[in-house]
């Protein structure tokens, strides 16, 4: 049985980065840069998880023109809708997309199912999945 996914250090720390601590910017980014690597991933979802959270926070700063945290957490609802205006679609199918993108553009169903000696297609019917969890936890963590 798979180990249940754990993200929560991520969230707050991108939660206390939003409320004003800046201090948290160097560990986000060492964590991040951790999950670019998928080196400490414990299995497949792990990793896909891990790879779905610096992917979103990437394209989360993308779709805003903003590294700030803090200042994307307080965009009035005007703003949220211009942006989606602007992206052609709202942040949460956004990010999603960008996700499902990603993984289908680096080939890492492939690459992952070699790794973790695990089926293609196991790992496949978790890409959508993973990535509506994983987008909505970083949607939480702005709102």
């Known amino acids: 049985m798979e ?11 991108l939660n206390a980065i939003k409320e ?25 979802l792990d990793e896909l998880g891990q790879t779905y959270l610096y992917i979103g926070l990437k394209e989360l700063f993308n779709y805003t023109s903003s590294f700030d945290l ?13 942006l989606a205006t602007k992206n052609n679609c709202d942040l949460p199918i956004y990010l999603a997309n960008m996700m499902i993108k990603f993984v289908k ?14 089926s293609e297609r196991e790992i496949q019917k978790h890409v959508r999945p ?5 987008t909505e936890g970083i949607i939480d963590v702005l709102e």
């Open 3 to 13: 180990k249940p996914l754990e993200f929560s250090q991520v969230y707050k720390l």
């Open 20 to 44: 004003g601590d800046p201090s948290k910017k160097e560990e986000l980014n060492l964590i991040l840069n951790d999950y670019m690597q998928g080196e400490k991933a414990e299995s497949f």
């Open 70 to 82: 803090e200042y994307i957490g307080n965009i009035t609802k005007e703003v949220w809708n211009e």
């Open 105 to 118: 553009d680096k080939k890492l169903i492939e690459k992952l199912s070699l790794k973790w000696k695990t």
């Open 130 to 134: 993973l990535s509506a969890y994983i």
